[in-house]
């Protein structure tokens, strides 16, 4: 099916299912222990060895020898597999290093061997005993030396944009703000590991993962063993946390693979926390510029965003500018975005990559313009907004209700109790403070295909390799059969994270929800021609609702159209140029109030809001669920998140979660959710579009802006720390 006109009325707007709050169908099967993550598949998998991973212990160089002996020797081990005995490994398409290293170490903690054994103690062991030393190399480890010798990236394209006369509109604006800010290396930090278990059969692999996009992986496991696509079988139906970690093929799938291979039995990959960090990928640093000019009205007339990331060769930036491109009106406009060659672990998608850091810096430059102006921070935001592309005005915005999202937040939040002046509220020893912050998320959309099946009990079964990274896809792709198929919820059967499942758009992006809900909508409409032409009705008119099929005054039970056998329909969504003829995005407005102890420094979020406007919200509990996981993301990257760099050896010295500081229960306050009204027919026949990524954007820099109300102080670098805030305390009285 082509989505290329806007929707118009169809099965969706029934909302008998979609759109309620109905509680996750995985649910019971997570809280009792019987879901099966990738660690887990005790059944499936007769006698597996268990792999430990030995990553490098320098950041660039090479191998000069490898001691194995001692290890090969220990009790249970049955292979160890290095880059000399592992054959011809090709490079993933969505991998920057080589997943195996040796003898070329690109980073540090990159795998250089797996040592294989009859137990998990077992391998531990023997990997403690590999001995490897190596010729150091000099690497380049700090962003701000590399700034200088950035280059101009591939991606995005284009990499820098312009639109009037940006420089001539700043030096001749009458109010003029330009500052620079700074956001940490952040970790991913899910609660489930990323984890694999190999199984080799007749020359095929079966591979049980932890993985957000089943496709994407499977052909690059395919490509990096140099095997054929249709050899190679992902699965993976539960998922314990990913936020863009888990989006590529990391070492744990390939090491097991090879492990599996080289011990001629199925493999067990776990990675230990400290190789999440320094191993896999995490969101970069950033530098960011930003120049805003305006007129004393208010009106903004230049806008200037400049951002520096780095990466390993080969890799790519962090797109810290892109929402600024979209976001706020201005005639005149530029964004620049570079990329530093660093030698630090792979930098890479991380919860709403670029608009969730390039929203930390945006967000407080919108707050001190608007403190120069002598405006509210709302009405500021309010005054410039736009509803076309600034940088293409002939292109209007599909949906776009920042504005109300800002103001029904400032009612409900009670804005104007807002004390104006920094440092003038308290609350015994605590400096009280509010701030807020708009969100900005682009709504993207992927090709994306499901298989239905009916059978004779009435049951339909969806089977799409979309997976479940915590979010709910199984239950918004439940909702979506239930309602085109006119059945209760709980006669859907929902199969995800299989490679032999039709292809969808996978979790990531904010796409994965509209996308593969729309493509279950596509194979739903094909098996409601099928069953209505085993039923003698015309498709056309016939009603799916109560489990019955219905034209006019004739009505039939839904099983009936598989009394001879199941009823099985296939169909993808495949988008067309709507996406380019309007601009598509997702709006928030977030505040805060925060605490902070006049004496200490000590910043303590007292109470947070969210509103989205999102297009139909398919299900508001899990949607609340999304937003209000994303807002507590957003309080980790404000006030405690920062990978620390050995700038002179090369990785992140916290890469565990004793010294990587997450937010945790007590740290975390009410937390409120609204969803505004909103239907945009230009994104699919859900009328959806995403929200899981939405609700961080913007959330660290109300809490930055709310500090600043509170205390007086400005910080432009993350995480504010006590140490950042103390010198600038007002006094007590």
């Not at 290396?185 to 489930?192: A, G, L």
Request: charged residues 20%.
């Amino acid at each position: 099916m082509k989505f290329d006109t806007p929707a118009g009325k169809n099965p969706i707007d029934q909302l008998k299912v979609v759109g309620k709050p109905v509680d996750r169908i995985d649910g019971p099967l997570k809280t009792t222990g019987t879901a099966t993550y990738a660690y887990e598949w005790h059944e499936e998998i007769a006698n597996p060895a268990y792999g430990y991973v030995v990553g490098a212990g320098i950041a660039k160089g090479r191998v000069a020898s490898m001691e194995l002996d001692a290890a090969r020797k220990s009790p249970g081990v049955v292979a160890i597999v290095t880059a000399a005995n592992a054959g011809k490994l090709g490079k993933g398409r969505f991998n920057t290093a080589r997943l195996l290293g040796g003898p070329d170490i690109e980073h540090y903690h990159q795998a250089l061997a797996l040592v294989v054994a009859d137990t998990f103690e077992q391998a531990r062991a023997a990997a403690g005993l590999v001995r490897i030393a190596y010729t150091r190399g000099n690497g380049r480890f700090d962003l701000a030396h590399g700034k200088d010798s950035a280059i101009v990236p591939e991606e995005p394209n284009p990499p820098d944009t312009s639109v009037g006369d940006f420089a001539g509109a700043f030096a001749g604006a009458p109010v003029q703000l330009d500052a620079t800010y700074a956001t940490p290396d952040q970790s991913h930090s899910m609660m489930e590991p990323h984890a694999s278990i190999a199984a080799w059969k007749d020359g095929k692999l079966t591979l049980w993962t932890s993985n957000q996009m089943i496709d994407w992986s499977r052909g690059d496991v395919a490509k990096t063993l140099g095997i054929p696509k249709e050899d190679v079988r992902l699965v993976s139906p539960y998922i314990g946390g990913g936020f863009g970690g888990k989006l590529f093929l990391r070492c744990d799938a390939l090491l097991a693979a090879l492990g599996a291979r080289a011990a001629k039995r199925p493999v067990k990959v776990a990675l230990q926390r400290p190789l999440m960090a320094n191993n896999t990928t995490h969101r970069p640093a950033t530098l960011q510029r930003i120049r805003i000019g305006a007129g004393k009205d208010g009106k903004i007339t230049a806008m200037g965003h400049e951002s520096w990331s780095g990466d390993l060769p080969g890799g790519g930036p962090e797109v810290a500018v892109q929402q600024t491109r979209l976001l706020y009106a201005g005639a005149n406009r530029m964004t620049r975005t570079r990329l530093a060659v660093l030698d630090l672990p792979e930098g890479n998608a991380m919860r709403a990559p670029g608009e969730a850091p390039g929203l930390m810096a945006l967000e407080i430059a919108m707050d001190e313009m608007a403190a120069k102006l002598g405006l509210d921070p709302v009405e500021f935001r309010i005054l410039n907004d736009t509803q076309v592309d600034p940088e293409h005005p002939e292109r209007s915005f599909s949906q776009r209700q920042l504005n109300e999202c800002l103001r029904t937040g400032a009612r409900r939040f009670g804005w104007d109790r807002r004390h104006a002046t920094p440092g003038k509220q308290r609350d015994g020893r605590w400096l009280v403070g509010m701030g807020v912050a708009a969100g900005f998320r682009n709504n993207l959309t992927m090709k994306s295909a499901a298989r239905v099946r009916l059978d004779a009990r009435g049951v339909v079964t969806v089977e799409t390799d979309m997976t479940d990274i915590g979010t709910g896809s199984y239950t918004i792709i439940g909702q979506t059969a239930a309602e085109m198929m006119g059945v209760p919820l709980d006669r859907v059967v929902v199969r995800l994270g299989d490679s032999d499942f039709p292809v969808s758009a996978g979790s990531g992006g904010q796409w994965g929800a509209n996308s593969s809900t729309a493509g279950v909508y596509a194979a739903c409409m094909k098996l409601r021609e099928a069953v209505a032409a085993k039923l003698g009705f015309n498709a056309q008119e016939a009603a799916f609702a109560d489990g019955r099929v219905s034209v006019g005054s004739r009505s039939v039970p839904l099983a009936q159209a598989a009394e001879a056998g199941d009823v099985v329909a296939e169909d993808a969504m495949e988008f067309g140029d709507l996406g380019k003829k309007f601009q598509q995005s997702t709006f928030a407005a977030h505040f805060v109030e925060v605490g902070v102890d006049g004496d200490t420094g000590e910043s303590r979020i007292r109470r947070m809001l969210a509103v989205c406007a999102a297009g139909r919200i398919l299900n508001p509990k899990s949607a609340r669920s999304q937003v209000i996981g994303a807002m507590t993301m957003g309080i980790g990257a404000a006030l405690t998140e920062e990978l620390a760099i050995d700038k002179r050896l090369g990785f992140f010295v916290n890469h565990d979660l004793a010294g990587y500081e997450v937010p945790v229960h007590a740290d975390v306050p009410h937390q409120e959710v609204i969803f505004l009204d909103e239907t945009d027919p230009m994104s699919s026949p859900m009328k959806a579009k995403g929200v899981g990524e939405l609700g961080i954007c913007g959330v660290s820099a109300a809490i930055a802006n709310a500090i600043h109300n509170a205390t007086g102080v400005r910080v432009r670098e993350y995480p504010i720390t006590l140490d950042k805030l103390l010198a600038g305390l007002p006094e007590s009285s």
